[in-house]
């Protein structure tokens, strides 16, 4: 999906929430998280905006994530809590024997 489309799927958002807005003011019903919520749950096209936005998995550029996107990072979070976990270690160890 191309940024393009990101933006025309905000737009859609956008004009889905006035008119929820608009239909809320109509039946002058006040203006609450609840009833906005409610309202929204009712809109399918707003379901399926969030269906088709979820099922994409677009990250704030508007491409795609993969795994192998995220492979160079999550190997190097890896690595360094590995490395956290074995100076922990280290130090339980040396607690350990200094109260023997």
Known sequence: ???NAS???LERLSL????VLKDLS???SPLTADAL???LRKR????ELLSRSAETGLNGNGRRNTIKDELPALQEENRRLR???AKLRQIGRASCRERV
């Open 1 to 3: 999906m191309n940024p």
């Open 7 to 9: 933006e025309a799927g």
């Open 16 to 19: 889905t929430v006035i008119d």
């Open 26 to 28: 109509v039946t002058k």
């Open 37 to 39: 919520l409610k309202a």
């Open 44 to 47: 399918k096209d707003l379901a």
């Open 83 to 85: 490395e956290q976990e």
